[in-house]
């Protein structure tokens, strides 16, 4: 039962470089969540997507885009990675069947910009 | 703008001891969840408190949940080692279904 898997879970990038942060879930889940996780900040939503088609800005969108490709997979695009964006990224996913049920959250990807 | 305040930031305890963890939140809700997050690694749902005076319990550590006063507690009973994780509480903003707001967390080192 793998829940939400996130690729990769290590990345360095230099400034202006572009990358995809994969994420996906087997649970059958209708949202799907973006976050960022700095020191002493706890979790800010970046984007979401409440259900396959429709995606919606969070608390921190800016220089980030996303692409909810299928029920199952929700991806996060940095354009041109700013050390600013250097955070530890999770995905999360959830049920909106009318019963409220926690987010289960991904092992995270650890984002290192230069 | 939903605002979630955790207090302590940081709490250091002996093993053995009781304190409790505060959530405040800025505006209606009432649906909060806790999470315990070791180093290094993800979030992991310890409780979910979904109406005013709900109480959830779990081993040493329970939960409950003020509507009114816009506060939540998370206590912590005989601490041991075990339990030195952060923990988060999130606040679920009505009008856009799932979608959390995060305190900043509460570092517990409980010392042996």
Known sequence: ???VTQTPKFQVL???QSMTLQCAQDMNHNSMYWYRQDPGMGLRLIYYSASEGTTDKGEVPNGYNVSRLNKREFSLRLESAAPSQTSVYFCASSSLDGVYQPQHFGDGTRLSIL | ELKVE???LFL???EGKNYTIYCNYSTTSDRLYWY?????KSLES????LSNGAVKQEGRLMASLDTKARLSTLHITAAVHDLSATYFCAVDLREYGNKL???AGTILRVKS
Do not use: Y
């Open chain 2, 101 to 103: 707001v995060f305190g």
């Open chain 1, 1 to 3: 039962n793998a829940g």
């Open chain 1, 14 to 16: 230099k400034t202006g």
């Open chain 2, 36 to 40: 315990r997050q070791d180093p290094g």
């Open chain 2, 6 to 8: 955790q207090n302590p």
């Open chain 2, 12 to 14: 250091s305890m002996q």
């Open chain 2, 46 to 49: 310890l409780f979910v408190l």
